[in-house]
Structures are given as structure tokens and as C-alpha cells.
């Protein structure tokens, strides 16, 4: 009976470790090369077969023997004084509890500002204007459109427009015109220097190269633009690799402005969306919500948590790389498709490169990628790292977006290219573009 067991369970530990490897073929979509969760369903197996194979050993068994049941009670009651002892020394420490599990209940009411679906994201008019209304939102954040853009203009087409030169800008919360005041941002910097061009701002804070192709499909047939301008930030990679509606922006009973994001990664990096309600209650404490069942519970403890963070510390060891490289190639894909998109609408696509602010002081990966990208599709682009300053352009981090002297140093610049353009009807002669 006792070789029949040890047999038993030396298979099922090859087995446990057999499935730890093959893992992959059953996750559709999950990452090749083996990570940290599989490793541990590995050696989980191979611990499980070892025991198994070296407790027919006599001297093993001997000392197994002579264990006796008032010696396993004692050790047990000492490992569980042990962990309790850790656990009130880690609260009384001020440690936090893993992915928000364990926390008391938040205001989860929550007015969303937001709506995304495909043809991108904006912002919900009523809403902003009720906030604004209120008070509880000012400056920047009230400038807002019906169709839901931050642009004090409607998005109809007016009567004059065919006479006159239409600009459209797209990208994040740098082109949105984040950490500028009213009027200073460089879009605004730009329709201030050349009031007879048209100037739509459809840029969304938060969001990647996905957004600018669904909001160019959306806009160009009504603005017909001459020329679009994209900014493009470092974090677009990243951000390329979410589904447009990947954040939601909203307001709680407080005031408050939280994002409420319905999608995260989960450890084999597969994308896996979050019901409304779980995301509005992690949303409410600012954590993403345990991947699964046993995470919330261990991550319910310190000492459980302990070991998530562990876990994650070691799973993020050449994560970064190779989330970086699958941003690429779908910020390559993103990217074709917005210059094709342009030309069939025959506007001119002037790509703007924006440093980060730690750039400014040293080569950057991420920068120099999006350099070869440009080259690579035959982008025109404006660099700006040799115009921006840290102490000047930026704000401090950990905000990092430009200050109003960036946004204006940076409107001038293409508002002298948006000159020439409008003289020639093309950017090659501003001496502030590339042209691959």
C-alpha cells in the first residue's frame, strides 16, 4: 500500500510539473518561454515527485516515526504565534494589504465624465458642464465640446472652411494641453498666432496611437483637415496595447477625479477585462483588483502580501522588454494605418516627438524607437529635445507634463511650419521638421 501511494504521487508530480510546462498550449493567448506562475507549478511538481521517491529511505522514515503527534502540535502552534507576530508587526508598521483586498468600503459612486467605444474616447458634455456648474471642476478640465472634445469650437464643418486652412491635432493629455492654463497650451498657442486657419483639438488625455485612428476616422470626412498633427508620447507603446476604452475617467461624491480602469494584465501578461462594478470599487481605493480567487486571499494578509510583491518583483524581471517590444510592433501597425489614413484624405501628417522629462538629460529607449519608427514609415516629425529645458518646459515631476512655457515654446515652432505650410502647402522647407 505505502509503494503504491509513493507511486501514486511521484506520477502526480510529474504531472503537476508536466502541466506547469505546458501551460501555455491552454492559455490561449498567454506569453511563449516560462514565467513566474509556471515555475512555480513546476517545482511545486518536481517537490511533490522528490518527497515521494526519498520517503522509502529507512532513515527518513525513522525520523518520521519519531515525530511524535505532541511534537507536530507544538510545532504548529509555534509557526502560528510566528506568522500572527509578523502580521500585527507589519500592520502596526503601516504596511498595505495587496491589490486592495481587505479594504474597508469606499464611495464607489461614481459620475463618469467619460465614454469610449470605437470611434474613440471623449468626454460626456452633460456631465462636465454639471460638475463645472457645480464648481467642482474649473480651468482646463471645462473646456469641452457637444461632440465631447476639449475644444471650445464645435466640430461642424462651417460654410467658410473651404477657403480657409483646417488643422486637426490628435494625441494624449501633452497635445490635450495637461498642466496649461487656459490659453497657454500650444494648440490654443497656435490658433492664437493664425486666427484664419480652422484648429480642432481632439486629443485625450490617457490614451495611445489607437485613439488618434479612431478619432481621425470620425473627424476627417466633417473637417476635411489639410494637415494633422500627432503627438506622440513615450507611454503610446503601452498604451497601444490596451483597447481604446481602457480608462475611464470620473468624478466621485466627493469631488474627486479617479480613473476607473476595466482591464489589466493578468500574469501570463493576457488581457483580461474587469466588470463595471469590481472596477468602480478598486477604482474608489486606487489599486487594481487580485487576478484571481487566491491572490484576494493571500493578498487579504501582510505576510501574504509579502509574497505577491515578491512574486511580482521577480515576474518583472524582462517584463518591461518584452512588453515594449510587442508596443512597438502594434504602435507600427497603429501608425501605418493613420499615415494612410491622412494621405487618402490628402493631409499632410506632421508627427511631433515628446521627450520625457528625464529624455531631456539622457538617451532614452523609448525615444530613439519612436525616431526609428518614424524613419521606418517615412514620417515627417518634429523633434523637441534640443529645444525644452527641465527647469523651464516641465512641470516637476511627479506631474512631468510641459508648463506653460513649453506649451508656448512649442506652439511657436509649429506655428511657424503651420506658416510655411499655408505659403507652400508643404513642410518641407520649416527647418523644425525631418523628413525621412
Known amino acids: 500500500m505505502a509503494n503504491a501511494i509513493r507511486i501514486v504521487l511521484i506520477c502526480l508530480g510529474l504531472a503537476v ?33 522528490v518527497f515521494a521517491y526519498y520517503a522509502r529511505l529507512p532513515a527518513l522514515r525513522r525520523r518520521l516515526d519519531a515525530f511524535s503527534r505532541r511534537s507536530a502540535i507544538g510545532a504548529a502552534l509555534v509557526t502560528v504565534i510566528t506568522l500572527l507576530a509578523l502580521e500585527l508587526l507589519l500592520a502596526a508598521l503601516g504596511m498595505s494589504v495587496y491589490s486592495g483586498s481587505g479594504q474597508t468600503p469606499a464611495d464607489t459612486h461614481h459620475k463618469f465624465l467619460t465614454l469610449c467605444d470605437d470611434a474613440g474616447c471623449r468626454y460626456r458634455y452633460d456631465a ?3 460638475w463645472c456648474a457645480r464648481e467642482e471642476l474649473n480651468g482646463r478640465y471645462c473646456i469641452v465640446n457637444r461632440q465631447g472634445y476639449a475644444d471650445d469650437e464645435e466640430f ?33 498657442t497656435i490658433e492664437a498666432r493664425h486666427p484664419d486657419i480652422v484648429v480642432w483639438n481632439a486629443a485625450f488625455s490617457g490614451t495611445g496611437t489607437n485613439q488618434a485612428v479612431a478619432s481621425f476616422e470620425e473627424l476627417a470626412p466633417i473637417l476635411q483637415p489639410d494637415l494633422t498633427i500627432l503627438g506622440f508620447y513615450w507611454n503610446d507603446f503601452t498604451d497601444n496595447l490596451l483597447p481604446i476604452s ?9 469631488g474627486r477625479r479617479v480613473y476607473v480602469r476595466p482591464f489589466r494584465f493578468d500574469a501570463w501578461e493576457n488581457l483580461v477585462a474587469i466588470d463595471e462594478a469590481t472596477a468602480r ?13 487566491v491572490e484576494r486571499i493571500l493578498g487579504s494578509a501582510r505576510l501574504g502580501t509579502l509574497l505577491l510583491r515578491f512574486r511580482d518583483s521577480i515576474a518583472e524581471i524582462g ?8 508596443g512597438v510592433e502594434v504602435t507600427r501597425l497603429y501608425l501605418r494605418q493613420l ?25 532614452s529607449e523609448r525615444y530613439d524607437l519612436a525616431l526609428g519608427l518614424m524613419e521606418e ?15 523651464e518646459d516641465y512641470v516637476p515631476v511627479p506631474d512631468g507634463h510641459w508648463s506653460n512655457s513649453g506649451h508656448q515654446k512649442v506652439g511657436a515652432l509649429l506655428s511657424d511650419c503651420i506658416q510655411i505650410f499655408i505659403a507652400s502647402g508643404s513642410l518641407d522647407d520649416c527647418v523644425h521638421v525631418l523628413m525621412p
Do not use: K
Not at 246 to 254: G, I
Not at 319 to 326: G, I, Q
Not at 339 to 363: F, N, W
Open 156 to 188: 461642424i464643418a462651417g460654410a467658410d472652411y473651404a477657403q480657409r486652412t483646417r488643422v486637426l491635432t490628435l494625441g494624449d493629455s501633452f497635445t490635450h494641453g495637461f498642466s496649461a492654463e487656459v490659453g497657454q497650451s500650444f494648440v490654443e
Open 281 to 293: 470599487y478598486y477604482a474608489a481605493h486606487g489599486v487594481y483588483p487580485p487576478a484571481n480567487e
Open 319 to 326: 517584463l518591461a522588454e518584452r512588453r515594449l517590444a510587442s
Open 17 to 49: 510539473a508536466l502541466f506547469g510546462i505546458g501551460i501555455d498550449s491552454l492559455l490561449p493567448g498567454a506569453s511563449p518561454g516560462l514565467n513566474l506562475p509556471q515555475l512555480l507549478i513546476i517545482f511545486a511538481g518536481l517537490g511533490i515527485s
Open 377 to 391: 514609415l517615412e514620417l515627417p516629425y518634429v523633434p523637441l529635445e534640443n529645444i525644452m529645458t527641465v527647469d
Open 339 to 363: 499615415r494612410d489614413l491622412a494621405s487618402s484624405h490628402d493631409s499632410a501628417l506632421l508627427v511631433v516627438l515628446i521627450p520625457h522629462i528625464h529624455e531631456l538629460s539622457g538617451e
Open 246 to 254: 481602457s480608462r475611464y475617467e470620473a468624478v466621485d461624491r466627493r
Open 128 to 130: 462636465v458642464r454639471d
